[in-house]
T-cell receptor
Framework: AQSVTQLGSHVSVSEGALVLLRCNYS??????LFWYVQYPNQGLQLLLK??????LVKGINGFEAEFKKSETSFHLTKPSAHMSDAAEYFC??????????FGAGTQVVVTP | DTGVSQDPRHKITKRGQNVTFRCDPI?????LYWYRQTLGQGPEFLTY????????KSRLLSDRFSAERPKGSFSTLEIQRTEQGDSAMYLC????????????FGQGTRLTVV
């Protein structure tokens, strides 16, 4: 069975500071990993995906994530937080049919 | 293409009533998924379709829930005899299929059972 664990349900960052959201996965086969963002009362928007082509994945809005097999991690980072980054972020792993297993989410608050 | 569309966006119903939600996927996408998201949680898988065939149903999908995708186009999710525990955001997603086909989500339907 595949699963992901997001460490930290809430993260508070200052505007301009580094954003780091942690995700660890469990998978018996090479995983397909995703980060999604959700704004209040909205659906999920794909930020980036890992499909084994490259371990450092760049996404939209300045986000990137690094796949580390030895640590079973897929942490999301952004060098400089913007107020518009305030949202909930979900890490997910996909099975061969595209069914997603999501983590519990991390709420990001950006302070001026 | 306007993306995945869900209707209605909000639904308030009395306990015991039946409700039906509709999802229109991106036109060329052959896979369609339904998820449920409760407050403060990540989405949980309910069911999915490959064209018109329903290939998997989660144990979360009780007998009161039924989903269809006639002709492999839009999909409906019906909940019969709603309960307060059914209150949640119901999300629909579609994809081209294949392990690299990322899912595109609709805006969701928020159900409140009173």
């Amino acid at each position: 069975a595949q699963s992901v664990t997001q460490l930290g349900s809430h993260v508070s960052v200052s505007e301009g500071a580094l954003v780091l959201l942690r995700c660890n996965y469990s998978s018996s086969v090479p995983p397909y990993l995703f980060w999604y963002v959700q704004y209040p009362n909205q659906g999920l928007q794909l930020l980036l995906k890992y499909t084994s082509a490259a371990t450092l994945v760049k996404g939209i809005n300045g986000f990137e994530a690094e796949f580390k097999k030895s640590e079973t991690s897929f942490h999301l980072t952004k060098p400089s937080a913007h107020m518009s980054d305030a949202a909930e972020y979900f890490c997910a792993v996909s099975d061969s049919w595209g069914k997603l297993q999501f983590g519990a989410g991390t709420q990001v608050v950006v302070t001026p | 293409d306007t993306g995945v569309s869900q209707d209605p966006r909000h639904k308030i119903t009395k306990r015991g009533q039946n409700v039906t939600f509709r999802c229109d996927p991106i036109s060329e996408h052959n896979r369609l998924y339904w998820y449920r998201q409760t407050l403060g949680q990540g989405p949980e898988f309910l069911t999915y379709f490959q064209n018109e065939a329903q290939l998997e149903k989660s144990r979360l999908l009780s007998d009161r829930f039924s989903a269809e995708r006639p002709k492999g186009s839009f999909s409906t999710l019906e909940i019969q005899r709603t309960e307060q525990g059914d209150s949640a955001m119901y999300l629909c997603a579609s994809s081209l299929g294949g392990t690299r086909g990322e899912a595109f989500f609709g805006q969701g339907t928020r159900l409140t059972v009173v």
